[in-house]
């Protein structure tokens, strides 16, 4: 097998080995504490009898290595199992709400990374004159606000003051895309603004970093234009750390928006978690847990193979 | 017609001016008090316009809220079930019985026995009539505990209940004169065979019906065609929007999403005030935030202390800083105004350290610290108004200090278990209602553990009185106990404190639940 190849099988399975030992830790997490379900579903009329009853019928009373292993055994077949709340069917109700965040966080994917790399370069180009000061100010003010007031100031100015979208960022089955991109306008320009910076500084430093080297010279001298420079011989090299940056924050789109949602009012996975926690929902809040770790470990390891890939060293070893 | 009476009339249409308010400035005009009435009560009730669509925006909705009537507890779920759920009766906004699927009510001498006739040709959604035994079917499936019914204990002393042709019989326990009130309680929706087979498929024969039930983010209706009542229920359409961040509410009643919105928060109100287009409603209701001392323990098993404390309290101050103005101070007892049968001559408490100090060196209490458990979402503004009570207590040379407890557990882990703490309630429709639920020996919720045989035996005695005259010095006597040996100390009564936009039309201040208890959306209309 070519050693690329192995090198990321070996990245992948280490992924999924680290994502058992995570399904593990939630589980325990969530076993530890205090109060178990039951009485949390009871409340605190909760007759002995009524708890054993209860206990029982969910499988309380089993040991907990027992119950990991059915619970793992149905995740790996699709089925979560049942809110303890409303009694419906953890997976069907994941699935939308998975299809929100994925929708949101994909568009403001779609606007920031190639915005970002764009802007990284150019402030690269230009370092330290005017382009490269504006754009650092602007992205770094964006990023030092926090994100709720970042939403709070957009909701004021384009919805309530001049009412050119709609404030209230609800999505539902049926809808056409077109609704649905209006719908999700401001969300987007928000999550675009708490994402930029990041990406962008670190395409910037990358890049500046590459543009020590001696090769970068040579392209200089052999009249490439700056920018030619950059995007021939600079950007390929600086890959690998700007991937890492790119992959973290996508992560944060998916899984660290409910700030974001609950000020637009976006039906996504923050949300439905904050409701099911503090219902004491167990079960949903480990299947969300889960799902969340699952996105992590999944763009970290896409984020290690682009790496891998990009390597010119790893991909012509000698 | 001159322009300032006209704009009068406008604001009276808009339910800008209450009838008090419209009279007194009319007649200032020179319009004779008569014809001023006259002419509020052709603006109040202009034609209500029929058809579009009228939007809520929601505090108190979560992704686990289910259709099932019985399992109602926050707002969200209570004002969609209003939406597509019709009761035996309803109370109106003047405390007296609205008929709904009942048509007639009659008891016995000692209100040992109701007999409720049912509406004829009243339909489900689901085109079936509604009869006397889908009545009875409710009644009995909110008996049983396993319905988690929220509506339980008000159905327990119901010993008896059996359906003939279109009536509907009750057989209680005790005698209850207020047994047609407790049959309005929202979680006693009728449903088709009492909802047995299916609790939870939104089946009623209210005035719209189930669209789109997305729990925890929106729920949407359509008009009940065949709906019995052609008084209300207006538009065609109507929707519920969960939206439980303050300022996403408010934006989104000020960008015109919703036209209603509840909660409103007390600090902002007058800001919104001044917003165009939207008007802010502070509805006097029946709910109280309060500190409760558990009578049982020490050191408040001693009544001196218990005095020290209710006379340290400062109720106006937490009325213009907690509730921004918008509420009323309280007197230790949990009834007010909004309850019928109130007595308005019961003396009011006020602040007097030197009285406090009084009582508090008769209570001999050895001058440890007294502790005081909040949370901030024990009220809003539960910690401040926690403070505000430790600087007037202080000052009467009480021992006060808050400890600050965290908002999750709360209710588990401080309230009924602690023995003094902030908290709150909603209030019910009547006093014997609030007084069984949580000042009777045996009572669920006893949260003050307050036992006193006299106060049980007057409120039985009220119970089953059917003089009115009676009951009301029962109801009387027994505030006066609550007031002066409980261990409520009760600063304030708050208002629902709520926005609508201009264009909506017919609102009425409603103390027995916000937004018009549940019904803003069905009763009001576009303009």
Known sequence: MHPVLTLVVQRIALGLLLLLAVSAVIFLGVAALPGDTAQAILGQSATPQALANLRAEMGLDQPALTRYFQWLG??????????????????????????????????????????????????????????????????????????????????????????????????????????RLNAVILPVIVLVLVVLAHMMRMTRAAILNVMQSAYIETAELKGLSPMQVIWRHAFPNAIAPVVNVVMLNLAYLVVGVVVVEVVFVYPGMGQYLVDHVAKRDLPVVQAVGLIFAAVYIGLNILADVISILANPRLRHPK | MTDPLDRMIAAAKAGRMSRREFVGRTTALGVSAALASALYTKAAHAEPKKGGLIRMGMQGGESTNSLDPALAASEVPFAVNMTWGEMLVDVTPTGEIDLRIAEEISANADATEWKFKIRQGVEFHNGKTVTADDVVATLRRHTDEKSQSGALGIVQGITDMSAEGDMVTLKLASGNADLPYLMGDYHLIIQPNGGIDNPTEGIGAGPYKVVVHEPGIRHTFEKHANYFDTTIGHADQTEILVINDGTARTGALQSGQVHMMNRVDPKIAELLKRAPGVQVKAVPGRGHYVFIMHVDKAPFDNNDLRMALKLSVNRQEMVDKILGGLGSIGNDFPINSAYPLFDDSIPQREYDAALAAEHYAKSGHD??????????????????????????????????????????????????????????????????????????????????????????????AARAELNADTRKATYSEMAKIVRDEGGLILPMFNDFVEAVRDEIQGWEADPNGELMNGRAHVKCWLA
């Open chain 2, 367 to 460: 001058g440890s610290p007294i502790i005081l458990r909040t949370a901030q979402g024990a009220f809003p503004g539960a910690v401040e108004a926690a403070q505000l009570f430790q600087q007037t207590a202080n000052a009467a040379g009480i021992p006060l200090e808050i400890k600050r407890e965290p908002d999750d557990g709360y209710w588990s882990n401080v309230w009924n278990v602690e023995p003094f703490c902030a908290s709150y309630w909603g209030g019910r429709p009547v006093q014997d209602q609030m007084y069984a639920t949580a000042y009777l020996s045996t009572a669920d919720w006893n949260d003050t553990k307050f036992k006193n045989a006299k106060f049980d035996e007057l409120l039985m």
């Open chain 1, 74 to 179: 149905g995740v790996l077949t699709g089925d979560l199992g049942t809110s303890i709340s409303n009694r419906t069917d953890i997976a069907a109700a994941i699935g939308q709400r998975l299809g929100n965040t994925l929708f949101l966080a994909g568009w403001a994917a779609v606007i920031s990374v190639p915005l970002a790399i764009l802007l990284g370069l150019v402030a690269a180009r230009y370092n330290g004159r005017w382009p490269d000061k504006l754009i650092s100010g602007a992205t770094l003010s964006a990023i030092s606000l926090p994100e709720f007031v970042v939403g709070y100031l957009i909701l004021y100015f384009l919805a309530v003051k001049w009412q050119l979208f709609p404030s209230v960022a609800m999505v539902f089955p049926g809808m056409g895309m077109m609704e």
